[in-house]
C-alpha cells in the first residue's frame, strides 16, 4: 500500500506559477497521474508519467504550460505549472495507476492523494 501527500498549492495571480508535489510513502511510486476537479464536475486528467520517466502525458489545455516530473530518489512527483490561468482554478490530486496505458481513465488508479487547492485570480 501508499500513501500519497500533495502539496505546493495556492493562491497565484493569472500568469504565475506553481509547483505541487506528490510525496509518496510505503513503497517505491508506479505510474502517477494529476487530476483536477472544480466544485460540480467530475474530477479530470491533467498529466501523467511512467514509472520510469520516459513517457509523459498531458490535457490539451495544459500542454506547454505545465510539465510532470519525478524524483525517484526522493519518491517524489512534481507538476510544474506555468502561466497559470483563471480556468487552472482547482483542487489538484495524484494517484497512482496500475499502468501508463489506462493513464487518461480515472478507474486506472488505485491511490489518491488528499488534494491541494489551487486558485488563480485574474
Known amino acids: 500500500q501508499v500513501q500519497l501527500v500533495e502539496s505546493g498549492g495556492g493562491l497565484v495571480q493569472a500568469g504565475g506559477s506553481l509547483r505541487l508535489s506528490c510525496a509518496a510513502s510505503g513503497r517505491t511510486l508506479s505510474n502517477i497521474g494529476w487530476f483536477r476537479q472544480t466544485p460540480g464536475k467530475e474530477r479530470a486528467f491533467v498529466a501523467a508519467?511512467?514509472?520510469?520517466?520516459?513517457?509523459?502525458d498531458y490535457t490539451d489545455s495544459v500542454k506547454s504550460r505545465f510539465t510532470i516530473s519525478r524524483d525517484n530518489a526522493k519518491n517524489t512527483v512534481y507538476l510544474q505549472m506555468n502561466s497559470l490561468k483563471p480556468d487552472d482554478t482547482a483542487v489538484y490530486y495524484c494517484?497512482?495507476?496500475?499502468?501508463?496505458?489506462?493513464?487518461?481513465?480515472?478507474?486506472?488508479?488505485?491511490?489518491w492523494g488528499q488534494g491541494t487547492q489551487v486558485t488563480v485570480s485574474s
Open positions: 494517484a497512482e495507476g496500475a499502468t501508463y496505458i489506462t493513464r487518461r481513465s480515472i478507474s486506472n488508479y488505485n491511490y
Open positions: 508519467i511512467s514509472r520510469s520517466s520516459s513517457s509523459t
